[in-house]
């Protein structure tokens, strides 16, 4: 790990005053970027130290939604009274993720910010362009087990890591952040980007842009949503698929739908033209397997994850049958 400078500001204003594009990084948990720094995977030269900014509330707004202050740890989220009523989508997903310790230090802004966990990506010695940009990607024809079946480039292969971000893609909440020309808020469908002939962006912020909170929308869901992931073992684990699914029904008929998968691509997917077709239909295991099929009709499998279809389709059907009779912890 290289020297850095540290530095502490006390205001979100102060914060993206000092940052600039010569190495300088936003650090608050650091439950990703210190395992990047020990793996000389990124080499910041200034740390800007962000978890003394006033940005760790949970609270209502006015419209009835939720705003979520970027330094709300994993767990406080999780467990906080407003989510567990009214989103227990998000609860659900973010208890599914890494491990209690984790989610102690973890913040949400953070986890909007989680790098790849590509096997490549992380190894310096070879190449990745991700990390080196036209330097290849070696895990189009090497081990692909966990990579993406959906949404991937010649560039670029690996999958975004959160269950958190599932969530709040099904969810449609926005980003709120801060930068030095000022403040803007960000759809979530439009947060994260698929990796097309620039894998090293991995999101749509400017260099010297704070996430400063996340917005949810009025619930609408809390009755018939449910999270499910699908990994190699029972917990710690990255997920292979993951499902994240909420219904609004007017007896066994769909009224709304929404349906977000991790594990599969670059950014949380969502296609709403498999939802709205969906919509004005009874919840029946033929329409659910419809639905699922079409949301994998563009999957391109590489040499050792083709079984991640089959695995989608399944958990797409059991994720929207759980939601339907109530969801389960």
Same mark, same amino acid.
């Given at each position: 790990?290289?020297?850095?400078?540290?530095?502490?500001?006390?205001?979100?204003?102060?914060?993206?005053?000092?940052?600039?594009?010569?190495?300088?990084?936003?650090?608050?948990?650091?439950?990703?970027?210190?395992?990047?720094?020990?793996?000389?995977?990124?080499?910041?030269?200034?740390?800007?130290?962000?978890?003394? &900014?006033?940005?760790?509330?949970?609270? @209502?707004?006015?419209?009835?939604?939720?705003?979520?202050?970027?330094?709300?740890?994993?767990?406080?989220?999780?467990?906080?009274?407003?989510?567990?009523?009214?989103?227990?989508?998000?609860? %659900?997903?973010?208890?599914?993720?890494?491990?209690? @310790?984790?989610?102690?230090?973890?913040?949400?802004?953070?986890?909007?910010?989680?790098?790849?966990?590509?096997?490549?990506?992380?190894?310096?010695?070879?190449?990745?362009?991700? =990390?080196?940009?036209?330097?290849?990607?070696?895990?189009?024809?090497?081990?692909?087990?966990?990579?993406?079946?959906?949404?991937?480039?010649? %560039?670029?292969?690996?999958?975004?890591?959160?269950?958190?971000?599932?969530?709040? +893609?099904?969810?449609?909440?926005?980003?709120?952040?801060?930068?030095?020309?000022?403040? =803007?808020?960000?759809?979530?469908?439009?947060?994260? =980007? &698929?990796?097309?002939?620039?894998?090293?962006?991995?999101?749509?912020?400017?260099?010297?842009?704070?996430?400063?909170?996340?917005?949810?929308?009025?619930?609408?869901?809390?009755?018939?949503?449910?999270?499910?992931?699908?990994?190699?073992?029972?917990?710690?684990?990255?997920?292979?698929?993951?499902? +994240?699914?909420?219904?609004? /029904?007017?007896?066994?008929?769909?009224?709304?739908?929404?349906?977000?998968?991790?594990?599969?691509?670059?950014?949380?997917? =969502?296609?709403?033209?498999?939802? %709205?077709?969906?919509?004005?239909? @009874?919840?029946?295991?033929?329409?659910?397997?419809?639905?699922?099929?079409?949301?994998?009709?563009?999957?391109?499998?590489?040499?050792?994850?083709?079984?991640?279809?089959? /695995?989608?389709?399944?958990?797409?059907?059991?994720? &929207?049958?759980?939601? +339907?009779?109530?969801?389960?912890?």
């Amino acid at each position: 790990m290289k020297t850095f400078a540290y530095e502490k500001p006390a205001t979100p204003e102060a914060a993206v005053k000092d940052i600039d594009t010569s190495g300088a990084k936003f650090i608050a948990g650091g439950t990703n970027l210190l395992d990047l720094m020990k793996e000389n995977v990124a080499r910041p030269e200034h740390l800007i130290d962000i978890t003394g &900014l006033p940005l760790k509330e949970v609270r @209502q707004t006015e419209s009835g939604g939720v705003m979520i202050g970027a330094l709300v740890s994993n767990a406080d989220l999780a467990w906080h009274p407003l989510i567990e009523s009214r989103y227990p989508l998000l609860s %659900q997903a973010v208890l599914a993720g890494a491990s209690p @310790q984790l989610r102690n230090m973890a913040s949400t802004g953070g986890n909007l910010l989680q790098r790849t966990r590509c096997y490549y990506f992380y190894d310096s010695n070879v190449p990745c362009n991700k =990390r080196e940009p036209g330097s290849g990607c070696p895990a189009k024809d090497g081990l692909n087990r966990i990579h993406a079946i959906l949404g991937a480039s010649d %560039q670029c292969v690996a999958t975004h890591p959160s269950d958190m971000c599932v969530a709040l +893609a099904a969810l449609e909440a926005v980003v709120h952040v801060q930068g030095r020309a000022g403040k =803007r808020s960000i759809e979530f469908a439009d947060f994260h =980007r &698929l990796p097309e002939d620039s894998p090293e962006r991995d999101n749509q912020l400017a260099d010297d842009e704070l996430i400063t909170a996340v917005e949810l929308p009025p619930a609408r869901f809390a009755g018939h949503s449910h999270y499910l992931k699908i990994r190699d073992r029972a917990s710690y684990a990255f997920a292979l698929v993951s499902v +994240a699914a909420a219904l609004e /029904l007017d007896g066994d008929v769909i009224s709304d739908v929404r349906l977000a998968l991790g594990g599969v691509a670059h950014k949380p997917w =969502r296609d709403k033209a498999v939802e %709205q077709s969906l919509i004005g239909k @009874q919840v029946s295991r033929e329409n659910l397997v419809a639905a699922a099929d079409a949301m994998l009709r563009d999957a391109q499998p590489l040499a050792h994850n083709a079984f991640k279809i089959k /695995l989608a389709r399944r958990a797409i059907v059991r994720a &929207l049958s759980d939601a +339907a009779v109530g969801g389960k912890v």
